[in-house]
C-alpha cells in the first residue's frame, strides 16, 4: 500500500488498547478516518482514553469483527501469524500495514523526525522535547509511548516542520521483525540508554545491539546523533554513526555534563555544562539523576536547533511528567501511593532511588510485578535483589501469565525475595502472588508516613486503585470508631 487512504475511509487496528496503538487510533481519528478496532484485553488508562475519543472497541478477536470490511488494517505487534482477525485480513486481501508503517505515512511524511531511542527513558524524554518546542511555538507533530501530564495525549499532529517520536526497539510486526525505530527516517536522534532487554525478540546484547546499529546508519551525514556516554554499549553503537556525534551525562562526558545535581521542592536542579562551560541553573518537576539526564538530552538537542537558554529553561520548569511516570495516584491517611512504568532492573533501582530522595525519612515501600517478557527470565535474577532491596518493604507478585514462558527460563520469584533478605538481614521482602492479596497486605501493613510504589509495565490488576480503596475503608474505620473515653 502506497496511497493514503482517503479522508472518511474506515481503519481497523488488531490490538488496538497497547499504549501505542491506543494513541494512533487517535492520531487517525483526528485525521478524518472512521476508526474502530478489537483488544483482548481492555483495561485503563488506554480503555478510558479510547472511550473519550468515542472510538469502538470489540472484545476479544473474532472473525465476525471484520464483517464490515475496512478499507486499512493496521496489525500490532501483540498478535500473531495464526490470531483469527490476522487471519481473516490474509484471506480476504484486505491492505494491512504495522504500527510504525502507519507512524512513517500518516504521522511523518515529509516532516523531518527527531528519535528518541534507547532501554531506558524514551517516553519521558520524548515527551519533555515535545513539551520544548511547543512552549517555544514550533508547533511540532509528536507520538508518544505514554500520556504526558501536560498534553493529555499521546500524539498531535502539529502544522511545524518537526516530528518527535518514541523509538521502540521492538519488532514492528509478525510479518516486519526489524525494530520500530526503522520506519521513522530519523533526521536527529537522541540514545539515552542501552542495556539488554526484550529477551524474546534478542538473544542477547550484541543481538541487541546489531538492531541499533541499523539504526546509526539511517541518521544522514548531515543529521545529528546525541548519546549518553554513561553506558558502554551505547557508546559502542555510536561509532558507526555517519553523522556528527555529541555525548552527554554527568561521568566525564566530553559534550554536555550536568553538575552541581540537587533535589528541592519536589523536583531537581542542575547545570547544563558544555565544554566546560556553564548554561546556568535548569529546574525540572521530576525527579532522580536518570530524568536529570532525561533532561540535559532535551536541553543539548534544543541549543543545537538554536534555542535560547531562557525559552528552555523556562520550559523544562513548566514540564509536569508523564502518567504512570512517578505518578502520585494518591494518599490516604497519610500514606502515599505512587505508581511507576519500571520494570528493567536498572529502571526499577533508579526509581527506588529518585522516590526516596523525594520523600526523605519516610518508609518506602517496593511493589513489583514481573510483567514484561525480559523481567518474567531469569536473566536478571541477580540484578532485581540489588535493584529492590533499596525499598525498606518489598512486595514482590507473581509472574503475569508464567506458562508463556518455558519452565526452565523462568524467574524465580521466591529466590529474588529469599535474595532481598539475604542482602538485607530483616525480612523486609515477601512473595504475594496475587494483587487482591497484595492490595490488603499493603493497606494493613502500611502507615502513615509510607510511601507506596508500584512498578508495573502493565494494568498489575488495578492494584494501585486497590489499595487506596482498602486504605480509604481502613481510614473510615478508624474514624467511625473514634477516641475510647
Not at 465476525?64 to 470490511?69: Q, T, V
Not at 518514541?166 to 540508554?193: C, M, N, R
Not at 539504526?215 to 559502542?236: D, H, K, Q, S, W
Not at 501511593?337 to 533501582?349: E, G, I, L, N, S
Amino acid at each position: 500500500m502506497n496511497e493514503l487512504p482517503g479522508r472518511g475511509s474506515h481503519i481497523y487496528l488488531i490490538a488496538v488498547c497497547g499504549v501505542g496503538m491506543a494513541s494512533l487510533a487517535g492520531l487517525l481519528q483526528s485525521q478524518g478516518y472512521r476508526v474502530t478496532g478489537s483488544d483482548q484485553n481492555v483495561y485503563p488508562p488506554m480503555s478510558t482514553f479510547l472511550e473519550g475519543l468515542k472510538i469502538q472497541v470489540l472484545s476479544g478477536f473474532s472473525e465476525g469483527h471484520l464483517k464490515k470490511r475496512p478499507d486499512l488494517v493496521v496489525i500490532g505487534n501483540a498478535v500473531s501469524r495464526n490470531n483469527p482477525e490476522v487471519e481473516t485480513v490474509l484471506r480476504l486481501g484486505i491492505p494491512y500495514i504495522s504500527f510504525p508503517q502507519a507512524l512513517g505515512r500518516f504521522l511523518i511524511g515529509s516532516k523531518r523526525s527527531i528519535v528518541v531511542a534507547g532501554t531506558h527513558g524514551k517516553t519521558t524524554t520524548t515527551a519533555l522535547m515535545a513539551w520544548v518546542l511547543s512552549q517555544a511555538g514550533w508547533e511540532p507533530s509528536f507520538f508518544i509511548g505514554g500520556i504526558p501530564v501536560d498534553f493529555n495525549s499521546g500524539f498531535r499532529q502539529g502544522r511545524g516542520d518537526w516530528v518527535v517520536l518514541e523509538g521502540d526497539e521492538y519488532d514492528s510486526a509478525f510479518f516486519d521483525k526489524g525494530p520500530k525505530f526503522l520506519h521513522y527516517q530519523p533526521e536527529k536522534v537522541i540514545l539515552t540508554s542501552l542495556e539488554f532487554d526484550h529477551a524474546d525478540i534478542y538473544r542477547d546484547l550484541e543481538h541487541l545491539k546489531a538492531a541499533f546499529h541499523r539504526l546509526m546508519e539511517m541518521i544522514p551525514p548531515n543529521g545529528t546523533l546525541l548519546v549518553c556516554n554513561e553506558y558502554v554499549a551505547a557508546r559502542e553503537v555510536s561509532a558507526t554513526a555517519r553523522c556528527p556525534v555529541v555525548f552527554y551525562g554527568d561521568k566525564g562526558a566530553t559534550g554536555w555534563e550536568a553538575r552541581n545535581i540537587r533535589v528541592q521542592s519536589g523536583g531537581s536542579l542542575f547545570e547544563p555544562f558544555y565544554r566546560g562551560r556553564s548554561e546556568g541553573e535548569v529546574k525540572i518537576k521530576l525527579l532522580g539523576r536518570y530524568n536529570v539526564n532525561n533532561a540535559l538530552a532535551v536541553y543539548a538537542t534544543g541549543r543545537e536547533l538554536g534555542l535560547r537558554r531562557e525559552i528552555l529553561q523556562d520550559s523544562l520548569a513548566t514540564f509536569s511528567g508523564v502518567r504512570r511516570r512517578q505518578e502520585v495516584r494518591g494518599e490516604v491517611g497519610g500514606i502515599t501511593v505512587v505508581d511507576d512504568f519500571a520494570h528493567h532492573p536498572t529502571a526499577v533501582k533508579e526509581t527506588v532511588e529518585a522516590v526516596r530522595a523525594a520523600y526523605p525519612g519516610r518508609r518506602l515501600w517496593a511493589v513489583f510485578e514481573p510483567r514484561s517478557n525480559t523481567s518474567r527470565r531469569r536473566i536478571f535474577a541477580h540484578e532485581f535483589p540489588q535493584a529492590l532491596s533499596g525499598a525498606d518493604r518489598v512486595v514482590v507478585a507473581g509472574l503475569y501469565l508464567p506458562e508463556k514462558i518455558p519452565e526452565k527460563e523462568r524467574l524465580s520469584v521466591e529466590e529474588v525475595v529469599q535474595e532481598i533478605n539475604r542482602l538485607c538481614g530483616d525480612g523486609r521482602a515477601v512473595f504475594i502472588e496475587k494483587t487482591d492479596e497484595i492490595a490488603a497486605y499493603a493497606a494493613a501493613e502500611a502507615t502513615a508516613g509510607d510511601v507506596i510504589l508500584v512498578m508495573s509495565n502493565g494494568g498489575f490488576g488495578g492494584v494501585q486503585e486497590r489499595i487506596l480503596r482498602l486504605l480509604e475503608e481502613k481510614e473510615a474505620g478508624n474514624k467511625s470508631h473514634g477516641p475510647i473515653g
